[in-house]
């Protein structure tokens, strides 16, 4: 674009009197102040690679951009939601010509037009380049997890999720067939795929062919290295439920749900046949810490055997013996 070589004058908006700007960018006081002439040209200086000056004017100061100097004076106040846009993308070329209000939006499409918008590898802290995001996308699609990619690249797990997900990176260009192939690992890992997990989907028909045979929660963590709440979470099918299981072993295994009691609970650690005996100590007179030592057993186990709080299907055992200790 050919540029007007004749310099034009106007006065700076808000220091009318004081400072002028020129349609080629330059800015000047044009009243005497404390240590300054008349005439005096302002040296710009640099902010994130755009011309900025400071205005006095009775002891107080304004940075303004240059910029949106030339064109308040020359083109009028700046309209609601408007940005000061170089025309050619250079930010130190603050002539007239080379400027305009604009939305942020175009303003964006010319830095992506001229190549200055920060992104991808120009972000001063990203630690990726261009090159890393289309072998994100093969690893992905090999079956690695998002932690292992992101291990592998020294970045957290949401960074390889926004990648992936192309919202950041997404001026790389990939292979529609590696995307499409990437979205359809999308969702949250689950079964064996989740990295966390100690079994696989082979075991999941054994936990309840165990669990259909009477086996306790407790019992069938032991056996597969889990924890009670896994195995639960399994035969209630919260987890795992990608998992076929025959329609018939289900039932099977439904029909045991409820909370377990007694020696069926998981977590128990006295049987029928001591709890009876505790309820015969206590009605001969011994105290709560004679029989836990006797037993074996907590002195908080006794007292809630001895209130009814647990075990409660066998306290009218503890009644009888009661009412045959009154006759």
């Known amino acids: 674009m050919t540029k007007n070589h004749r310099e034009i004058w106007k006065p700076v908006v808000g220091f009318e009197g004081i400072y ?3 349609n080629m960018g330059r ?3 044009v009243a005497a102040g404390r240590a300054t002439r008349p005439g005096r040209m302002l040296k710009p200086f640099d902010n994130s690679g755009y011309r900025m000056v400071d205005l006095h004017d009775n002891g107080r100061r304004r940075s303004v951009l240059v910029h949106h100097l030339v ?10 939601g408007m940005e000061g846009c170089h025309n050619n993308g ?23 037009r001229h190549g200055t918008m920060l992104r991808g590898s120009r972000l001063p802290f990203s630690k990726l380049t261009e090159a ?23 970045v957290d797990d949401s960074v390889i999720r926004r990648a992936l997900r192309r919202k950041t990176w997404s001026h790389v260009e990939i292979a529609p067939d590696l995307i499409n192939a990437a979205n359809a690992l999308r969702g949250r890992p689950r079964g064996s795929r989740h990295h ?9 028909p054994c936990i309840f062919e165990m669990r259909a045979r009477g086996m306790t929660w407790r019992q069938i963590a032991v056996v597969c290295g889990v924890g009670s709440h896994v195995v639960g979470n399994i035969l209630h099918r919260k987890t795992w439920s990608h998992v076929e299981i025959d329609p018939a072993l289900l039932a099977a295994v439904n029909n045991l749900r409820g909370t377990p009691r007694g020696e069926k609970h998981g977590m128990a650690q006295l049987t029928e046949a001591v709890v009876l005996r505790i309820y015969r100590m206590a009605r ?8 836990a030592s006797a037993l074996g057993v907590s002195g908080g186990a006794v007292k809630h055997v001895l209130k009814g709080s647990t075990w409660a299907h066998l306290y009218h055992h503890y ?9």
Do not use: C, Q, Y
Not at 71 to 80: I, K, M, N, Y
Not at 134 to 149: N, Q, S, W, Y
Not at 319 to 327: F, S, W
């Open 196 to 204: 966390l997990t100690a079994l696989t989907e082979a075991d999941i």
């Open 132 to 154: 890393d995001i289309p072998r994100i996308f093969k690893m992905r699609v090999k079956g690695m997890t998002l932690a292992e990619i992101a291990e592998k690249f020294g």
């Open 20 to 22: 002028e700007v020129s």
């Open 284 to 291: 001969s007179g011994h105290t709560r810490r004679e029989i």
């Open 71 to 80: 064109l308040e004076a020359f083109v009028g106040p700046r309209p609601d």
């Open 27 to 29: 800015v000047k006081r």
């Open 319 to 327: 009644t009888e013996l009661a009412e045959a200790g009154d006759d």
């Open 90 to 112: 250079n930010p130190t070329d603050n002539h007239l010509e080379n400027l305009r209000w604009d939305t942020a939006l175009n303003n964006m499409k010319d830095k992506d």
